[in-house]
């Protein structure tokens, strides 16, 4: 008897030994991150940012942007906490719903260009040859031009042909990925040609798997940490950039707010003066956003990508 | 007994600025069904090369499979279409290489590495195929199944991870397993329980076994047919029993001194005097014979060919040959 229970408990120790084996990576990564103070803080922020914009216009009286003569350039009060503009709507809540169209367009211009660029720098690193040489010389090219000037012809072209302004917010983040892939594509492709020559990789070859999961099943796993630090840095560029366009009226048109055209009231000289919660607020909205972003994003490369560490 | 793979006269060069290097160099071979055939030489005498030029991975334009034939199930493996060749690789043919360690892709779980080759070539779906790599993970050996298809590469030994690459390879009972210094990395008594496995293995399935290797006690365990090569050339082949007991080239000969013999003490272990050449500097002669015992006028000269002595052993040794031996 007392045999047998000897055995069992062996056995169990044993299991127990070996069961948090499971996605240990990840948990390792995670348990890494969460010690992180400052790249925790700044996922906070981001977090909090995002809540604000997206929950919190649902619960401000003021949603319908309602015009309201009897009401402009408010100074902040308890009513209207962030002040009114010229056109008697509140600030807090544009501010907000600005954030939202910012942080949507940093975003999804983020994921497509992500997408775009692993895929043709794998592409590019895994059939060399022809398909590199084209690839990259497209992304060379792309990467001649300084990015803002291009982002300024597209714009002006927009205007040009008139697009209406709420179809302008998704050709922005497809103009935002246009700058963005090549980049990433030299990037993942530099990486994809030392995995490429990895072992492994022969012992796939060996085993007869086709090209798509030599590709997607045993590449592209392999730069899944580079690709998400680079991912989260490149949201921050891309809000960055739409401010920019949006600020010179080459972005998201009004009455679509975002974070970019609400700055522009900071060209008319009165309202730069007078009315300082105008811009100040979609400033800072920017500024913290950003901030936040490429600290967690820093934060993320340290406990992902332990070797790139300076 | 039916051949399994037939290769004729196959050379691979490898181009370097210098100049070409006969990596392998006119070598002939073939396995038959059932049979293991070891491959054994020292550091590069062109015996993993052999075993690359056969799965096709020998990168051009590095390096080329330059003539010769690979005969395998009636097709010649060069000149398959690179579509073809997929499905020769993994199905028909697997291998296994020398670093289990890095041979297994670091990212992925041991199950899913498993299960790859089996959707791509047995069509199984997801559960299939998770149900058979957990058969296969229990085959060779390793208890607690679920478990280490769910972990990665990493949290296992190495001896465990050649079990593992074992287990890929005859997922898909391929009829030709090529071996690259299956035990070199690992310790001696895991090498002694994966070549039991493997010999194990062979006896069920009935599958060939091309193993290159430079230990001669791996030879001696698992062995039925010896080939040693030399420079990129064949120098002695033979039954194992036969090359084992009679050895006929100064090389072969030379090794066998060389290995430490149980029980006996021994002041210096025996080594071959002087280095494998140059493979740049090759000239028309045999290429062993600035380090033979028996070096005559005639080796420095030509190149001796593969002749039959006795039984299924050949040799390439101007020793063997009458005429030579009265000028």
Known sequence: MSSISGSVTKTEAHQAA?????SSLWRQALHRLRKNKLAMSGFIFIVFMLLACFAGPLFSPYADNKINPANMNAAP????????????????????????ISLTVGIASMCISVILGSILGAVAAYYRGIVDQIIMRVADLLLTIPGLPILFIMGALLSEWKIPSEYRMYIVML??????????????????????????????????LNDRRKLFNHMIPNIIPLLIVVATLSIGGAILSESVLSFFGLGVMPPTPTWGNMIDA??????????????????VAIFTTVIAINIFGDGLRDVLDPKQKK | MKNVIEIDHLSTYF????????????????????????????????????????????????????EGKIQFDGRDLLSLH??????VRGNDIAMIFQEPMSSLNPVLTIGKQIMEPLMEHQ???????????????????ISRPEQIADSYPHQLSGGMLQRIMIAIAISCNPKLLIADEPTTALDVTIQAQILDMLRQIKADSNMSILLITHDLGVVAEIADYVIVMYSGKIVEEGDVVELFENPKHPYTQGLLRSKPIMGERQEELYSIPGQVPNPLELKESCYFHDRCEHCMAICQTKLPYLRDVA?????????????????
Not at chain 1, 180 to 203: D, H, K, Y
């Open chain 2, 82 to 87: 690179k579509n073809e060749l997929r499905h």
């Open chain 2, 311 to 327: 039984g299924r052993q050949k040799v390439a040794c101007w020793l063997y040959e009458e005429v030579v031996e009265h000028v």
């Open chain 2, 123 to 141: 069509r199984m779906n997801k559960k299939q195929a998770r149900m058979r790599a957990i058969e296969l993970i229990e085959m060779v050996g």
């Open chain 2, 15 to 66: 181009y370097t600025e210098e100049g070409a290097v006969k990596a392998v160099n006119d070598v002939s071979l073939r396995v038959r069904e059932g049979e293991t055939v070891c491959i054994v030489g020292e550091s590069g005498c062109g015996k993993s090369v052999t075993a690359m030029s056969v799965m096709g991975l020998v990168e051009e334009p590095a390096g080329k499979v330059v």
């Open chain 1, 77 to 100: 009060s308890l009513k209207h906490w962030l002040g009114t503009d010229m056109l008697g709507r509140d600030v807090l809540t544009r501010l907000l719903q600005a954030g939202r």
């Open chain 1, 175 to 208: 103009m935002l990925s246009f700058i963005g892939w090549p980049g990433l594509a030299r990037l993942v492709r530099s990486q994809m040609l030392s995995i490429r020559e990895r072992e492994f990789m022969q012992a796939a070859i060996v085993l007869g």
């Open chain 1, 266 to 283: 900071a060209n008319n000289l009165i309202d730069f003066e007078k009315h300082p919660w105008l811009w100040i607020p979609p400033g």
């Open chain 1, 18 to 22: 070996v069961t948090p084996i499971r």
